[in-house]
């Protein structure tokens, strides 16, 4: 069975990146353009894996995620923080804000698919 991974990304080129890499690896992906679109794609579909960018219009990245790990039907979603901020504490600051794992950008494409497998098993980032 293929997992299922949702990436909420606003940069179209980014979006289109992540996506092809994961579908090379056989993942089966959706994309969003933004937290609101997002968070309903998340309810509807319930994926394995989301990748959210932090910084999007409409809705950001940590407003959608904490609105999906505030709702008891989507609590157990695993959520990636996807940001360009790479600022020491900032992986703290997210793991705090109730995300399961952390991604700065530009993200290294070639590690983009073991991070992924690593996170869909439930291991801590390294």
Known sequence: MSHSILIVEDNANNRNLF???LLFHHYDVTVAEDGLQGVALA???MPDLILMDIQMPTMDGITAGDILKKDPATCDLKIIALTSFAMRGDREKFLAAGFDGYLSKPVNT???PGLVKTWLEGAEQP
């Open 19 to 21: 996506k092809d890499i």
């Open 43 to 45: 309810r509807e579909l």
């Open 110 to 112: 070639r590690e983009l």
